[in-house]
């Protein structure tokens, strides 16, 4: 349970500053979806290049460096349906 709330506060902290980052504007509620969404994405690439994420600071950075990846996406993903 606290792994959860630990995660959800990560994930919190590391959309809200994806979304300074990226000048993105949304919630609360999409910034903790986004900065778990890029923690998972993070947790699941850096392993296959051979970078571990042991820590707060760097499950910190590696959370956000996926949500600012997963903006980038979402924003790559909407300008090619509004130019189709």
Known sequence: MGELIGSIIIGGIAGF?????MKSEMGLIANILLGIAGGLAAGFILPLL???IFGL?????AATAGA???????????SKKASS
């Open 68 to 78: 600012c990846l997963l903006i980038f996406l979402a924003r790559l993903v909407k």
């Open 17 to 21: 500053a994806a979304e300074k980052l």
């Open 50 to 52: 051979g970078v571990g």
């Open 57 to 61: 600071i760097p499950k910190l950075l």
